[in-house]
């Protein structure tokens, strides 16, 4: 069989035809420090001093603000670039003023720094009043807003620090020695707007808010978190380098990665950024960090559930992070989040609400935020749901040699996975779907998918909602298009389903359709649909246990994959059922190897970036928190932490119940979240298992010189891989 090897330097390390990459990686390029650093796998935690060394709980007024101190240095170097001092004097030039509508409208220009030569446009929108009204600040492109918040009461403040006018371009160079970036000189160019509103007499000083869409939420945090004076911010889809983290938005969540944010958009921010691309646990803060320093004022984080580069789950742990420093601070009702339906782009609603948030921090409504997390499980709160209680004790240290009584193993795995309920299959045929030309179930569905038209030699099923996949699920099934005739699918094709990565706001939809086609040009039918509490399935996730409090939402997940085969089976007369397979990265990789590992029916499984070691990979990664605490995936896990060693049953278990059929692991040397020294020590018994059963040739590992991702190369080596294997069962 053909071996498809994607890295430069290559030993054959397993025995028989097993190639894999050297275990030598060489060492990540640094030239700034970045190295010395300590890795912080988990958000940087606000409250902890000298954090990733001595851990220092902070209890004191006097240590925050030293804590407080340290992040906006930190931040300044490492991400948004060195900011000026600000100037002792400045001149105003009104450029036009007017009043009409009970409205005066003023556009000013502001000159500051040597020789007066930075400038900043600003244009002010004053209600006639006999009294100081708060204000409303926005950037260019967000007039529409202000005139809204002119209806509300407010003065509106437009300042030219956005894409369509930005009077900050040439700050670097009248202000030589800093070197902030794009968005950190748009941020202080808001502050120089405050020093002109702090000379008006119709502005109430104590009562400045500040808001931004997309890139202008991004600049709009940076602002607050460095000018006191701004007493209210809204961030809206600010996406990574906003509401968003740099450490949860890499390549697994399907957002906006840090390597893609500063490769596209280099003038953002510091230069020193893009260096932390793929070692996001290096940064010493981020943006949950930059946040924290705009307590105790308002701060409300704003995204749409399901905009393409938005993270919901990422969100709401920025939220919570930053929410410890609000409580610490004695300010728990001055931040909120919103999480709204819709895409990334606004509409006048959205400005509403924001307002809404101004004004009970303002003290001029008591309405208050609803603050309404799509997951907010713990731990904590399923431990006291379930009612179960685990002596990590009573389970014996994990064996270091591989079992081969894989029913023992399945049980265990069916532990581990939780209680789950007994259900029943479903029946109806699905051969006829083609001519119904299925659209999607509901105009939310609609709204997440978003999907454009197919490229040429594609043909699409959509299954449901009256003939579901499994348990009421909604799914695609993609199909070369030759296969299809008069509105039926001829053949029986192999099929794959894909298990997509950790893409909370989009679920498989976003950036497949490359995978697929490639697929389907090799004569695959291929399967899709969003896993519980992703994407169309977003709502599943803040009740499930609730509603399942002994279940767990990883067993939920390899339950409906497993219901898929079933229908792939018994449902589908167009499938060949000795050549289904399964595929997934990350999260999805993850999923298909345990349903691979239950269910013999499935004849291959690829998977990239998907495990590591629950019992030994604790060390500089999320470990078996990343599945107890922070995803929810596998409450039972929480029990074991501090006892790792004790966990019943580890990946090579459960990659040993997949031997001898076809397994195809890629385990990118460079990624942060799987060590690699931890995933061969667990492919390596598991190699010697296939060898055992005769089945050495079945089992290719991988181990691209890389980071976490699904690029094209590695769906490439996906699909070859695939192919070799169909032809394989061909008589």
């Avoid at 030589?176 to 405050?194: C, E, N, P, Q």
């Avoid at 029913?407 to 029946?427: A, F, M, Q, T, Y």
């Avoid at 449902?571 to 269910?599: C, E, N, Q």
């Avoid at 695939?722 to 069962?729: D, G, I, T």
Wanted: neutral net charge; hydrophobic residues 35%.
């Amino acid at each position: 069989m053909k071996k498809y090897i994607i890295a430069c330097t290559l030993l054959a390390v397993l025995g028989g035809n097993h190639l894999t990459a050297s275990a030598q990686t060489k060492a990540w390029p640094d030239s700034i420090g970045i190295n010395d650093l300590p890795s912080i796998p988990f958000l940087p935690d606000p409250l902890v001093l000298d954090e990733g060394k001595k851990d220092i709980p902070i209890i004191t007024q006097k240590q925050w603000y030293k804590k407080r101190d340290g992040i906006r240095g930190q931040y300044q170097h490492w991400i948004s670039g060195s900011v000026p001092p600000p100037p002792e004097t400045f001149h105003v030039k009104v450029l036009r003023e007017k009043t009409e509508g009970g409205v005066k409208l003023q556009m000013a220009e502001l000159s500051f720094g040597p020789g007066y030569k930075a400038k900043m446009t600003v244009e002010l929108m004053i209600p006639l009043s006999a009294k100081a009204l708060p204000v409303f600040m926005t950037q260019w492109n967000h007039r529409g807003w202000a005139q809204v918040a002119v209806r509300r009461g407010y003065i509106s403040c437009v300042y030219a620090g956005a894409d369509v006018k930005d009077d900050t371009k040439n700050y670097n160079e009248i202000f030589a020695g800093y070197d902030f970036a794009t968005l950190m000189k748009r941020a202080w160019g808001a502050s120089r707007v405050i020093d002109y509103l702090y000379q008006l007499p119709e502005v109430d000083t104590a009562r400045i808010a500040l808001t931004g869409h997309s890139r202008n939420g991004k600049q709009s945090l940076m602002a607050a978190a460095f000018d006191k004076r701004i007493k209210a911010v809204v961030s809206s889809s600010g996406g990574t380098g906003g509401e968003s983290t740099f450490r949860w938005s890499d390549e697994r969540f399907d957002s906006e990665s840090l390597e893609e944010i500063t490769r596209n958009f280099p003038h953002w921010f510091s230069p020193r950024l893009h260096w932390f691309a793929g070692r996001e646990q290096k940064l010493p803060v981020d943006q949950n960090s930059l946040m924290s320093l705009i307590a105790p004022r308002g701060l409300m984080l704003v995204s749409a559930i399901t905009e393409e580069q938005g993270n919901p789950w990422g969100i709401g742990q920025s939220y919570q992070s930053v929410k410890k420093v609000y409580h610490f601070l004695k300010a728990d009702a001055k931040i909120a989040i919103l999480l709204r339906r819709g895409r990334h782009q606004h509409a006048a609603r959205d400005v509403e609400d924001f307002i809404d948030f101004f004004d009970y921090i303002f003290g001029r409504s008591h309405k208050a935020p609803e603050n309404k997390l799509y997951y907010d499980y713990s731990f904590e709160k399923w431990e006291q749901l379930s009612g179960e209680s685990i002596d990590p004790l009573k389970f014996p240290v994990g064996k270091k040699a591989v079992s081969v009584q894989q029913d023992s193993i399945r049980n265990k795995v069916c532990w581990l996975l939780g209680d789950e309920p007994s259900g029943v299959p479903s029946e109806t045929l699905l051969s006829s779907l083609l001519k119904k030309n299925s659209t999607y179930p509901d105009d939310y569905l609609e709204e997440v998918i978003s999907e454009s038209s197919l490229p040429a030699g594609i043909k699409k099923m959509s299954v449901g909602p009256y003939t579901p996949l499994g348990d009421d699920l909604w799914g695609n099934i993609y199909f070369p298009a030759g296969s299809v005739t008069e509105d039926s699918v001829s053949g029986k094709l192999p099929l794959v389903i894909y298990l997509h990565e950790y893409s909370y706001a989009t679920g498989y939809h976003r950036r497949s359709i490359p995978f697929f086609r490639r697929l389907i040009e090799k004569g695959f039918a291929v399967l899709a649909l969003d896993m519980a509490g992703f994407g169309t399935r977003v709502d599943e996730a803040l009740h499930f246990y609730d509603r399942y409090p002994r279940w767990s939402l990883l067993g939920k997940m390899v339950s409906d994959t497993r219901d898929v085969i079933n229908d792939a089976y018994t449902r589908m007369p167009f499938i060949d059922t000795g050549k289904i397979y399964v595929a997934g990265y990350s999260l999805g990789g993850t999923v298909a190897l345990f349903a691979a590992a239950l269910d013999t029916r499935v004849k291959g499984a690829a998977v990239v970036s998907a495990f590591s070691s629950f019992r030994n990979d604790n060390k500089g990664t999320e470990g078996i928190r990343h599945y107890a605490a922070l995803h929810g995936l596998i409450p039972r896990l929480g029990f074991f932490i501090g006892h790792e060693d004790r966990i019943p049953v580890d990946f090579d278990e459960i990659l040993s119940c997949i031997a001898p059929r076809s397994l195809l692991i890629i385990a990118p040397k460079r990624d942060r979240s799987h060590s690699i020294e931890r995933v061969q020590k667990i492919v390596s018994p598991v190699s010697a298992l296939y060898q055992q059963k005769q089945a050495g040739d079945k089992l290719t590992f991988e181990q691209p010189d890389t980071c976490n991702g699904f690029p094209d190369r590695l769906q490439q080596e996906v699909t070859g891989w695939m192919s070799e294997n169909a032809k394989q069962q061909d008589p």
